[in-house]
């Protein structure tokens, strides 16, 4: 089973190698077109599910996290390229970010058992 901490540091990896990637994209933007947003959505999908994953017990931190990361990420590309994206751009990068978490949720309730309680006498 993996730790709680080792997923962690996986899920704060991805969402940096993520902020890493969008500095280092300068022209990739023009290369794939309007694809480019369902790789973004696809990439957010994976770093909702990696952090809900990681933080089975707060979902409420799981989502904030995930708002931080996609204004992150958003400011990013306008450090990059200069240019703010179009309100589409924010919506497409929340939507896959929340389809994450919500698989990230069902993966979660799979993977761990469920608690047992003892019974008090």
């Not at 990068?93 to 047992?116: R, Y």
Request: with cysteine.
């Amino acid at each position: 089973m993996i730790s709680g901490r080792f997923l962690k540091i996986i899920a704060w990896g991805y969402i940096a190698a993520l902020v890493a990637v969008t500095f280092a994209h300068l022209n990739w933007q023009a290369e794939f077109g309007n694809p480019f947003n369902m790789y973004r959505a696809g990439a957010l999908c994976v770093a909702g599910m990696l952090a809900r994953l990681a933080y089975p017990q707060s979902p409420s931190f799981t989502c904030l996290l995930m708002i931080g990361s996609v204004s992150t990420l958003c400011f990013s590309h306008f450090l990059a390229n200069g240019s703010y994206g179009s309100p589409m751009d924010i919506i497409v990068a929340m939507t896959g970010a929340l389809w994450g978490i919500a698989i990230g949720a069902m993966l979660s309730k799979l993977i761990s058992p469920t608690s047992k309680r003892t019974a008090l006498y």
